[in-house]
């Protein structure tokens, strides 16, 4: 039946899509898919760069955990860069559920702080959506929307990647409660009847993020089409149709588009599905991002679609001829994903010379930038401590600095839980480690080469009492860089 739709989307075009968001979508299909859930944006295993301020022990700077959101009291003007009182809390709440969903990857506590105030916001029903987007909606409507997408974007990607450390009982009522607000804005007449808008790509990929973190692939599905639309729906020269019509901000939504459509691409990646390279009469990604850094290096290529649209919400100070024009320097994490992609590509190298992210090394105390729009720090989880995006980086660029490698192949960890094993007895230990434990670790590890911590060790099984017991040695057999005969000599610090 869903195949039949999508040929039928592919044949004829925009009035099927109507009727498939209005008449499909809303459905709740909950049953088991062929998706993989144990990430979205990142790798298949996260590896933190040790630069994260947060990561080695130290708290996020957050004064205050952010309260749930009950009020949607936005103003009814366009604010633009000018936050109003309940974007600022969007914007603090979504910069928490980031950060602490970053740093629960690789510590405890915050792992706790994170469970204990998504439940809460769960509780008390956060982020009502008590109005209805549509066609000649006031800008407080419109913001209610972007608001409510961008933070519960935010809370999704970091509840999937920490998904595992909530009970059975406790994901349930955080995927229904999601799973509420994503099927609200899916009905409004707004979102079912425009294609082309920011907003409704940051849609799809909030769609395909639950898609992936519940296993439903009709949510996936719909983030597909979603691009495949926007692709679609470009101009021959790249512009995107309503956001390069933003007055002083066209280059800044343009942007914003992109950055959710490549965020798409990438979560599509990750689970097999290639619309990087997907084309539609000739129009791709890569023409919409090659409009995107004309018009960043010379704005007069954009001048003349952002000066009809006047009247459709520019930040303050900028004109159609005086664009907001400075995503590369913090808005630009998608170009990571891109590069990555594609490391030889003359897009690549031509943002290797506009993007400080693929530019420069990353200094000690560089700021990693959380990006609302996809969901985390780029350069926290997918960049190394150097700051090398690029592995076969141009010769005068520094070169990213080989990667620890752990023997963890069978017999490598076979050897050297034999010699831990060992030196436990050799001291009478109480507690040994069974061999249904050994084998867990050894079967979980092999092959993997990323660093493991103490809630990994919990994650592939080992009960907490065993890991609380041999927290240590375990840590040091699994991460130990040297060789198998060196570890042997001093299983035991």
């Known amino acids: 039946m869903y195949s039949f739709i999508s040929r039928l989307i592919n044949s004829f075009g925009p009035i099927i899509f109507y009727i498939f968001h209005a008449l499909v979508l809303p459905m709740n299909a909950s049953a088991?898919?062929?998706?993989?859930?144990?990430?979205?944006?990142?790798?298949?295993?996260?590896?933190?760069?040790?630069?994260?301020?947060?990561?080695?022990?130290?708290?996020?700077?957050?004064?205050?955990?952010?309260?749930?959101?009950?009020?949607?009291?936005?103003?009814?003007r366009y604010t633009g860069a000018m936050a109003s009182e309940l974007s600022a809390q969007h914007d603090y709440a979504g910069e928490f559920f980031m950060e602490w969903g970053a740093a629960a990857l690789v510590r405890e506590d915050a792992a706790d702080t994170f469970k204990k105030v998504l439940l809460k916001w769960v509780e008390q029903d956060a982020l009502p959506i008590k109005h209805v987007l549509k066609r000649g909606s006031n800008d407080k409507i419109h913001a209610i929307y972007y608001y409510t997408q961008s933070t519960l974007f935010n809370i999704t990607v970091n509840y999937a990647h920490n998904k595992a450390d909530f009970s059975k009982e406790q994901r349930s009522l955080v995927e229904n409660w999601i799973e509420s607000r994503i099927d609200t804005i899916a009905t409004t007449p707004w979102m079912e009847e425009v294609d082309l808008d920011n907003k409704k790509y940051l849609f799809g990929s909030l769609q395909m993020a639950f898609g992936i973190a519940v296993g439903d692939k009709q949510r996936f599905?719909?983030?597909?089409?979603?691009?495949?639309?926007?692709?679609?729906?470009?101009?021959?020269?790249?512009?995107?149709?309503?956001?390069?019509?933003r007055w002083g901000s066209a280059i800044h939504y343009s942007n914003a588009a992109v950055t959710s459509l490549v965020t798409i691409a990438q979560m599509a990646s990750n689970q097999g599905v290639d619309l990087y390279t997907f084309k539609k009469n000739g129009k791709s990604l890569d023409i919409a991002i090659n409009f995107l850094l004309d018009a960043t290096d010379n704005p007069s290529v954009i001048y003349e679609y952002a000066k009809q649209g006047r009247h459709s919400g520019s930040f303050r100070g900028f004109t159609a001829s005086n664009q907001k024009n400075d995503w590369s320097n913090e808005d630009a994490q998608w170009t990571y994903f891109y590069s990555t992609r594609f490391p030889d590509g003359a897009l690549t190298k031509r943002m290797r010379l506009m993007i400080p992210l693929l530019r420069d090394g990353l200094p000690e105390d560089y700021v990693h930038h959380f990006n609302k729009l996809m969901g985390g720090s780029i350069s926290c989880f997918a960049i190394d401590g150097s700051g090398r995006v690029i592995e076969d980086a141009e010769d005068d660029l520094p070169k990213k600095p080989k990667k620890p490698e752990y023997d963890r192949t069978r017999d490598g960890l076979a050897m050297r839980f034999g010699c831990l094993g060992k030196a436990l007895s050799d001291i009478g230990h109480e507690r040994p480690l069974t061999d249904q434990e050994v084998e867990l670790v050894i079967k979980s590890l092999e092959g993997n080469n990323y660093y493991r911590s103490k809630r990994h060790l919990v994650k592939l099984g080992l009960s907490k009492e065993t890991v609380k017991v041999h927290r240590v040695a375990l840590l040091r057999l699994v991460n130990y860089e040297g060789t198998n005969e060196a570890y042997c000599n001093k299983p035991l610090r």
């Open 221 to 245: 599905d719909y983030g597909v089409n979603v691009y495949k639309r926007a692709i679609s729906g470009l101009r021959d020269d790249g512009s995107l149709v309503g956001d390069s019509e």
């Open 32 to 76: 088991s898919v062929s998706l993989n859930q144990s990430f979205l944006l990142y790798e298949t295993e996260l590896e933190p760069n040790l630069n994260c301020h947060f990561i080695h022990g130290k708290t996020p700077d957050f004064p205050d955990l952010p309260k749930p959101i009950l009020s949607d009291a936005f103003p009814n």
